[in-house]
C-alpha cells in the first residue's frame, strides 16, 4: 500500500462532510463514493479511516485484507459488484469482554 492516501480519488455522496452516526456510545463519521459504491468510516475503533459494511442496524469493519485493499486503491470509477460484495460479507471480529469470556469457557 502506497503512502499517499487513495480516498481523495473518491466522489463524496455528502461531498467533503461526512454523515455523522452514533453507535454503542461512539460516534462514527461515515463516507459513500457515488462512483463505486464503497462505504468508508473513521470512528469504529479509535482513530483512522477504514473500509466498512453500513448494515440496517449497524455499521461494522471489513476483513484487513479488504481494509488494506480499498485504502490503498484508487476509486475504481465504477461498482464492482462481484468482487465487492464478496469484500463486504467479510468483517473483523468485534469481542468484547463478555463474549472472550464466553468464548474461552468452551
Known amino acids: 500500500m502506497s503512502n499517499r492516501n487513495?480516498?481523495?480519488?473518491?466522489?463524496?455522496?455528502d461531498r467533503?462532510?461526512?454523515?455523522?452516526?452514533?453507535?454503542?456510545?461512539?460516534?462514527?463519521?461515515?463516507?459513500?463514493?457515488?462512483?463505486?459504491?464503497?462505504?468508508?468510516?473513521?470512528?469504529?475503533?479509535g482513530g483512522g479511516?477504514?473500509?466498512?459494511?453500513?448494515?440496517?442496524?449497524r455499521i461494522e469493519m471489513l476483513a484487513e485484507n479488504v481494509d488494506a485493499r480499498w485504502m490503498g486503491d484508487d476509486c475504481?470509477?465504477?461498482?464492482?459488484w462481484?468482487?465487492?460484495q464478496e469484500d463486504r460479507a467479510t468483517r473483523r471480529v468485534q469481542m468484547s469482554s463478555h463474549s472472550k469470556v464466553a468464548r474461552s469457557s468452551h
Open 76 to 80: 475504481p470509477g465504477e461498482p464492482l
Open 82 to 84: 462481484d468482487q465487492d
Open 6 to 13: 487513495a480516498l481523495h480519488t473518491h466522489l463524496w455522496s
Open 49 to 57: 479511516w477504514h473500509a466498512i459494511y453500513v448494515g440496517i442496524l
Open 16 to 45: 467533503e462532510i461526512p454523515h455523522v452516526i452514533h453507535q454503542d456510545g461512539r460516534t462514527v463519521y461515515h463516507h459513500r463514493c457515488v462512483l463505486c459504491g464503497r462505504d468508508f468510516g473513521q470512528g469504529l475503533n
